[in-house]
């Protein structure tokens, strides 16, 4: 199902079809030790397609955006790998990840794929939505309204993250 569409890109949620595409762009836009396997997609896509959103420009999926909703208010490394924690009915929507094509970036994507998630989260009455970043990212997320909590408990891929929340005032 399409959720948003433009003369030139379109966005809709994945499916278990997209597995093979989502893992090759995750490949490129992650190292190794960070980058979440077609396993633990087959596991999200399984779980919750619905927070799983995709950007196409006609056929070239440039990005997507996956997560999930819990009721945790910071994002644990345990939840990467563990989709059956995902609580549909849960205050916080997650972001797992953020991936866009390298040539792709800097033209207003990423961005625009962030706001849509941002818009279905407020529009399904979560609290907000948190997810972590590198620190040289904490101005781009910052930029699009999210506040820096600091260093994260997260660990994943021996890496230090920020944690970055954007919070919906109701």
Known sequence: MILASTDMITIRNATIDDID????????????????????????????PEHFWLLFEDDLLISFIDGFVTNERDLKDEMYDSPNMHDESGDWQMIFGINTLQKYRKQGYASTLIDHVIKEAKAQKRKGVVLTCKEKLIPFYEKLGFINE????????NTVWYQMRYAFNY
């Not at 992650?30 to 997609?41: L, M, V, Y």
């Not at 600091?150 to 891929?157: D, E, L, R």
């Open 21 to 48: 595409k989502i893992s090759g762009l995750e490949a490129l836009c992650f190292p190794a030790n960070e980058a979440a396997s077609r396993e633990a997609f087959k596991g999200r896509l399984l779980y919750y």
């Open 150 to 157: 600091g260093i994260s408990s997260s660990v994943h891929g």
